[in-house]
């Protein structure tokens, strides 16, 4: 049996005639930026995410940098970030002129430990990043307690965990702002690059719109010094068209994820950890494996995809080497690095594909 790693096409196949009409409209209207559709999608997606505001962006990255810049973090800045994540991340702080601080995430979830972050706050710290990494929650409340404490601004990073919620709150709505990415592989994915920024926040939400339109708040008059990131409105409408069946996709993740956690039961594969205030959405289905690179080879000589996730920590990226961390200076990061191995998980894979997963890994 095959199984890729992901696949687009049941989803692609159950919403064809939904995507085909998306297009169409906007096909017809010609009207290809800051039109309806973007306005229509900011709407929904911010009730979605329970919050006031919604303000669409070209990607992932630049909501969370245009989060930041509106924020006002800057040159001479810090911001704690997980030293377990996408690149991406650490690349938001750096872009605005800040420095990311890395903290080592729980080895269990694979998120940032919150009883590490205390002890890395200075005078310069301007911010909290937690990223919800694969999909699982951070654990928000000791998070939101620091950052009280300190005075300190969160920013969600959400680009992998539309829909996940924590003690019943949807993630993206607990810091001062939250980016999210659309990134056609996410749990809502466009089809193409886009992203978007939430907040509850009126002034942060203007600022984040004009700073992502070359700092205009309206027709060539500039305020600030800003960059060309907008969401695209056949992005929107694709978006749009893929929102309302979100809940529902996100629970047959949660139902896959839920046979892989109580049927693998080999004892050399770790599995991930789910905090009980949590109710994950599952991007990302990441085990561990001490002979990770093995168990991938042995997988796909199954028949059954995989990916690793990341295999190279952020601090030991050549993009990183002017901030002089050593290997063996973020352990945890380090040993995620070299044993994550993430199974298949997208929607539409049926019982069958399920259960020979499964059962090839228990006979490893």
């Not at 992901?6 to 064809?16: G, I, T």
């Not at 973090?73 to 996408?86: A, H, K, L, Q, R």
């Amino acid at each position: 049996m095959k199984i890729p790693f992901v696949s687009f096409r049941p989803m692609e196949k159950e919403l064809d005639s939904d995507l085909r009409a998306a297009f169409e409209r906007v096909y017809t209207n010609s009207w290809y930026i800051e039109g309806k559709e973007d306005e229509t999608f900011e709407i929904e997606f911010a009730k979605f995410c329970n919050t006031e505001y919604c303000v669409g962006c070209g990607n992932g990255l630049d909501a969370l940098m245009l989060s930041l810049k509106a924020l006002g973090v800057g040159t001479g800045d810090e911001v704690i970030v997980p030293s377990n994540t996408y690149i991406a991340t650490a690349l938001a702080v750096t872009y605005v002129g800040a420095t990311p601080i890395f903290v080592e995430p729980d080895i269990r979830t694979y998120n940032i430990d919150p009883t590490l972050i205390e002890e890395k706050i200075t005078d310069k710290t301007k911010a909290i990043m937690p990223v919800h990494l694969y999909g699982q929650p951070c654990d928000m409340e000791p998070i939101m307690e620091i950052a009280h404490k300190y005075n300190l601004y969160v920013v969600e990073d959400c680009a992998q965990a539309h829909g996940a919620t924590y003690n019943g709150q949807v993630i993206g709505s607990f810091g001062e702002a939250a980016g999210f990415s659309f990134y056609p592989g996410k749990n809502l994915g466009a089809l193409g690059d886009a992203g978007a920024a939430v907040t509850n926040n009126k002034v942060v939400a203007d600022k984040i719109r004009a700073l992502g339109n070359y700092g205009s708040d309206y027709k060539y008059h500039h305020i600030y010094q800003g960059n060309n990131s907008r969401l695209d409105e056949m992005q929107a409408a694709f978006l749009s068209a893929k929102l309302p069946h979100l809940g529902r996709m996100n629970e047959e993740r949660r139902r896959i994820a839920e046979r892989y956690l109580t049927e693998i039961t080999n004892t050399q594969i770790l599995l991930p950890y789910v905090l009980k205030e949590t109710n994950p959405v599952w991007h990302i289905f990441a085990v561990r494996c001490t002979k990770r690179d093995k168990l991938a080879e042995y997988l796909n000589e199954a028949g059954i995809g995989t990916n690793k996730h990341y295999p190279i920590p952020m601090h030991l990226q050549e993009a990183y080497k002017e901030l002089m961390i050593p290997k063996g200076a973020l352990p945890i990061a380090e040993e995620i690095s070299a044993t994550e191995l993430s199974l298949p998980m997208y929607y539409g894979m049926t019982d069958e594909q399920i259960s020979y997963v499964i059962d090839v890994i228990n006979k490893y």
